[in-house]
């Protein structure tokens, strides 16, 4: 977005609007984040905002300022269509293609509306009238931030607002350790921090909010790792049974990905999760360095994202599924051990 589409969405927001604000299916803390943060700012201008998930998210995501007032679509379908149905702007944040709403897809498709799109992810699609993507941004609530500062409104961050942005870059970022991260994002969150976000308290409710059956689950997730050393990956699978048998909760299996990672010498890692409600295999990718997960999940695995933060899908079993990848890494050995 140019600076005279900013003076364009700033007219837009001079008057009393609906607005809904979607995040992606199955949002994380970067999306209850963005488009809470989003809700916060544009109520405080006067307008009727509603933020609309396609459907429900983990539980230490539930104490954020805001979380009470999301409709759900998939448990409450008649109240959310008639919002978007109503709506004079719809505002679609961390994501980039409808696709990635699950069963709101096609109502999204068919709504005639102004569209604007907040989104960090490559390959946007064109369905919006004011489109702001920057796949080099941390997050997509960074670009709230920024979106808020160049309306003029920077002093209109009040300490909700600044809570929800820490927390989708806090977790986005992984704790500020990806490539991502710049001298900008750090001055940013500095800004937060002043502006009333607790860092501590933050950090404390998303990743000190373990259960019993969460931390047997990852010792599980660790019983499983592989390792292929000759292509320096690694990868976890965890069946439908190994869920079951652990009481697991969506957002149960964050950042498991990532201890894959952590092993000296793997550059990529993936976690592989069988999920029998939508018959598919769900796959969390991360790379270090020059290796895209991006492009690998795009050519794939049906997925896409960062260059090393992924996600993708499979249709084949879990035992198919990692015999496929297994069967794809020879094409990859070079990049992955250069």
Not at 126 to 147: G, K, L
Not at 186 to 202: Q, S
């Amino acid at each position: 977005m140019n600076t005279s589409e900013f003076k364009e969405v700033k007219t837009l927001l001079s008057t009393s609007k609906n607005i809904v604000i979607i995040p992606h299916k199955n949002p994380d803390g970067d999306a209850i984040g963005s488009t809470l943060a989003l809700y916060h700012y544009l109520s405080g201008l006067g307008h009727k905002a509603i933020v609309i998930t396609p459907n429900d998210y983990p539980n230490f995501l539930k104490w954020i300022p805001g979380e009470s007032t999301i409709i759900k679509y998939d448990s409450d379908t008649e109240v959310a269509t008639e919002k978007i149905k109503e709506a004079d702007i719809i505002f679609t944040l961390d994501f980039n293609h409808f696709s990635r709403t699950g069963n709101m897809e096609s109502l999204l498709k068919t709504t005639d509306t102004t569209y604007i799109m907040i989104d960090h992810h490559q390959q946007p699609d064109d369905y919006a009238v004011y489109t702001y993507s920057d796949v080099m941004m941390s997050s997509t609530c960074q670009m709230i931030y920024h979106f808020i500062d160049n309306l003029g409104d920077v002093d209109k961050i009040t300490a909700d607002i600044a809570t929800c942005i820490y927390i989708g870059i806090m977790t986005d970022t992984g704790s500020f350790r990806f490539r991502s991260t710049t001298s900008t994002t750090h001055k940013i969150i500095a800004d937060l921090i002043d502006r009333g976000a607790n860092n501590t308290e933050i950090h404390e409710l998303i990743y000190d909010s373990n259960t019993y059956s969460r931390l047997q689950l990852r010792g599980v997730a660790l019983k499983n790792l592989k390792v292929l050393p000759e292509y320096k990956a690694a990868y976890i699978t965890l069946s439908q049974k190994e869920l079951d048998d652990h009481n697991f909760k969506k957002g149960d299996t964050e950042g498991f990905v990532n201890m894959g990672l952590s092993i000296e010498g793997i550059k990529l890692a993936l976690i592989f999760i069988e999920n029998k409600g939508e018959n598919i295999i769900k796959i969390s990718l991360r790379s270090k360095g020059d290796f895209s997960v991006n492009e690998f999940s795009r050519n794939h695995f049906e997925g896409g994202g960062h260059h090393n933060a992924a996600g993708g899908k499979s249709n084949l079993s879990l035992q198919d599924t990692v015999e496929k990848f297994i069967s794809i890494l020879p094409s990859y050995k070079n990049a992955l051990n250069s």
